[in-house]
Nanobody, 124 residues
Framework: QVQLVESGGGLVQAGGSLRLSCAAS????????MGWFRQAPGKEREFVAG????????YYADSVKGRFTISRDNAKNTVTLQMNSLIPEDTAVYYC?????????????????WGQGTQVTVSS
């Protein structure tokens, strides 16, 4: 198993930036594809970004492409989501997730482990 803990959420004005981090413990972090998801009030959880085991492949939702960057440090067991040019529509609880497979996928049902989430609020 792997345990995931997110940090870095908060309140920011539109146009600002936040950096989310996810710390992993347990089994070897490099064995997992990692993803970030978000869930706004009254909406379903949606895929934001994913990264392959070695960090060589990344994939983004169209809504965040060009504004968000996902990265990982397997030596430090962390995955990071740098969020720039934030807009009010980015307001949500952001979750880190791990998948014990080879492929990055956008479906939340394919991820085995989840963090508790961190709130991001973007004011207009």
């Amino acid at each position: 198993q792997v345990q995931l803990v997110e940090s870095g959420g908060g309140l920011v004005q539109a146009g600002g930036s936040l950096r989310l981090s996810c710390a992993a413990s347990g089994r070897t972090f490099s064995m997992y594809v990692m993803g970030w998801f978000r869930q706004a009030p009254g909406k379903e959880r949606e895929f934001v970004a994913g990264i392959s085991k070695n960090g060589g492949y990344t994939y983004y939702a169209d809504s965040v492409k060009g504004r968000f960057t996902i990265s990982r440090d397997n030596a430090k067991n962390t995955v990071t989501l740098q969020m720039n040019s934030l807009i009010p529509e980015d307001t949500a609880v952001y979750y880190c997730a791990a998948r014990s497979s080879v492929l990055v996928t956008t479906s939340s049902s394919n991820y085995n482990y989840w963090g508790q989430g961190t709130q991001v609020t973007v004011s207009s």
